[in-house]
Protein backbone atom coordinates (compact mmCIF):
# COMPACT_ATOMS: atom_id res chain seq x y z
CA UNK A 1 0.00 0.00 0.00
CA UNK A 2 1.67 3.07 -1.25
CA UNK A 3 0.85 6.54 1.22
CA UNK A 4 2.08 9.81 0.51
CA UNK A 5 2.68 12.13 3.57
CA UNK A 6 3.32 15.65 3.49
CA UNK A 7 4.82 18.10 6.13
CA UNK A 8 5.23 22.11 5.53
CA UNK A 9 3.45 24.73 4.27
CA UNK A 10 1.91 27.19 6.47
CA UNK A 11 1.27 31.31 5.78
CA UNK A 12 3.82 33.60 4.73
CA UNK A 13 4.03 37.29 3.53
CA UNK A 14 4.63 37.95 0.07
CA UNK A 15 8.83 37.44 -0.78
CA UNK A 16 8.38 34.84 1.60
CA UNK A 17 9.89 31.28 1.27
CA UNK A 18 8.63 27.76 2.45
CA UNK A 19 9.45 24.73 1.79
CA UNK A 20 6.88 21.41 0.79
CA UNK A 21 8.26 17.57 1.99
CA UNK A 22 6.74 14.36 0.63
CA UNK A 23 7.59 10.80 1.98
CA UNK A 24 6.65 7.86 0.13
CA UNK A 25 6.11 4.49 1.35
CA UNK A 26 6.00 1.47 -1.05
CA UNK A 27 8.40 -0.09 -3.18
CA UNK A 28 11.07 2.04 -4.95
CA UNK A 29 9.06 2.03 -8.31
CA UNK A 30 6.78 5.10 -6.23
CA UNK A 31 9.42 7.61 -6.73
CA UNK A 32 10.58 7.05 -10.35
CA UNK A 33 7.87 9.98 -11.07
CA UNK A 34 7.17 12.78 -8.68
CA UNK A 35 5.17 16.05 -8.43
CA UNK A 36 3.73 18.88 -7.07
CA UNK A 37 0.45 20.18 -8.34
CA UNK A 38 -2.06 23.08 -6.48
CA UNK A 39 -5.26 23.69 -6.62
CA UNK A 40 -6.43 27.52 -5.50
CA UNK A 41 -10.28 27.98 -4.84
CA UNK A 42 -12.45 28.11 -7.69
CA UNK A 43 -10.00 26.83 -9.99
CA UNK A 44 -8.88 23.96 -11.43
CA UNK A 45 -5.49 21.61 -10.57
CA UNK A 46 -2.00 22.84 -12.26
CA UNK A 47 1.00 20.94 -12.16
CA UNK A 48 3.80 22.46 -10.35
CA UNK A 49 6.60 21.14 -10.72
CA UNK A 50 7.95 17.48 -11.47
CA UNK A 51 11.10 14.82 -11.11
CA UNK A 52 11.96 11.88 -12.37
CA UNK A 53 14.21 9.05 -11.33
CA UNK A 54 17.06 10.31 -13.28
CA UNK A 55 16.99 13.92 -11.94
CA UNK A 56 15.17 15.75 -14.76
CA UNK A 57 13.20 18.71 -13.51
CA UNK A 58 9.75 20.49 -15.01
CA UNK A 59 8.23 23.34 -13.80
CA UNK A 60 5.30 25.50 -14.34
CA UNK A 61 6.17 29.08 -16.68
CA UNK A 62 4.60 30.54 -13.55
CA UNK A 63 7.05 28.92 -10.53
CA UNK A 64 10.30 28.83 -13.05
CA UNK A 65 12.95 30.35 -11.16
CA UNK A 66 11.37 30.86 -7.94
CA UNK A 67 10.47 27.19 -7.07
CA UNK A 68 13.02 23.92 -6.95
CA UNK A 69 11.80 20.79 -7.07
CA UNK A 70 14.42 17.72 -6.10
CA UNK A 71 14.44 14.27 -4.50
CA UNK A 72 15.90 12.28 -1.72
CA UNK A 73 15.73 8.67 -3.99
CA UNK A 74 16.89 6.44 -1.11
CA UNK A 75 14.28 7.96 1.27
CA UNK A 76 11.43 8.47 -1.23
CA UNK A 77 11.25 11.77 -0.21
CA UNK A 78 10.27 15.00 -2.60
CA UNK A 79 10.56 18.47 -1.87
CA UNK A 80 9.24 21.81 -3.10
CA UNK A 81 11.43 24.71 -2.14
CA UNK A 82 9.19 28.30 -2.95
CA UNK A 83 11.21 31.40 -2.91
CA UNK A 84 9.54 34.76 -3.19
CA UNK A 85 6.25 33.57 -2.97
CA UNK A 86 3.24 35.71 -4.13
CA UNK A 87 -0.37 35.86 -3.49
CA UNK A 88 -1.31 33.86 -6.19
CA UNK A 89 0.48 31.34 -4.96
CA UNK A 90 -1.77 30.57 -2.56
CA UNK A 91 -3.01 27.19 -2.94
CA UNK A 92 -3.80 23.46 -1.44
CA UNK A 93 -0.68 22.04 -2.73
CA UNK A 94 -0.46 18.42 -3.20
CA UNK A 95 2.49 15.57 -3.73
CA UNK A 96 1.74 12.79 -6.51
CA UNK A 97 3.81 9.58 -7.42
CA UNK A 98 4.06 6.46 -8.94
CA UNK A 99 3.90 6.64 -12.98
CA UNK A 100 0.66 5.33 -14.80
CA UNK A 101 2.66 4.63 -18.05
CA UNK A 102 5.77 2.01 -18.44
CA UNK A 103 8.01 4.68 -18.44
CA UNK A 104 9.29 7.50 -16.26
CA UNK A 105 8.86 11.68 -17.01
CA UNK A 106 9.14 14.66 -15.00
CA UNK A 107 5.88 15.18 -16.01
CA UNK A 108 3.26 17.66 -14.35
CA UNK A 109 -0.01 16.47 -15.36
CA UNK A 110 -2.36 14.71 -13.52
CA UNK A 111 -3.31 11.88 -15.07
CA UNK A 112 0.37 10.97 -15.14
CA UNK A 113 0.54 9.87 -11.38
CA UNK A 114 -1.18 6.65 -9.70
CA UNK A 115 -0.82 8.20 -5.95
CA UNK A 116 -1.64 11.72 -3.93
CA UNK A 117 -0.89 12.96 -0.78
CA UNK A 118 -3.31 14.40 1.41
CA UNK A 119 -2.12 18.10 0.59
CA UNK A 120 -0.32 20.98 2.39
CA UNK A 121 -2.05 24.76 2.39
CA UNK A 122 0.44 27.49 1.38
CA UNK A 123 -1.17 31.06 2.23
CA UNK A 124 0.66 34.21 1.10
CA UNK A 125 -0.37 37.69 1.85
CA UNK A 126 0.36 40.91 0.01
Known amino acids: QVQLAQSGGGSVQSGGSLRLSCAASGSTYVAYCMGWFRQAPGKEREGVAAIDRDGATNYADSVLGRFTVSQDSAKKTLYLQMNNLKPEDTAMYYC????????????????????WGQGSQVSVSA
Open 96 to 115: AAGCVGAHYSAAIVGSEYKY
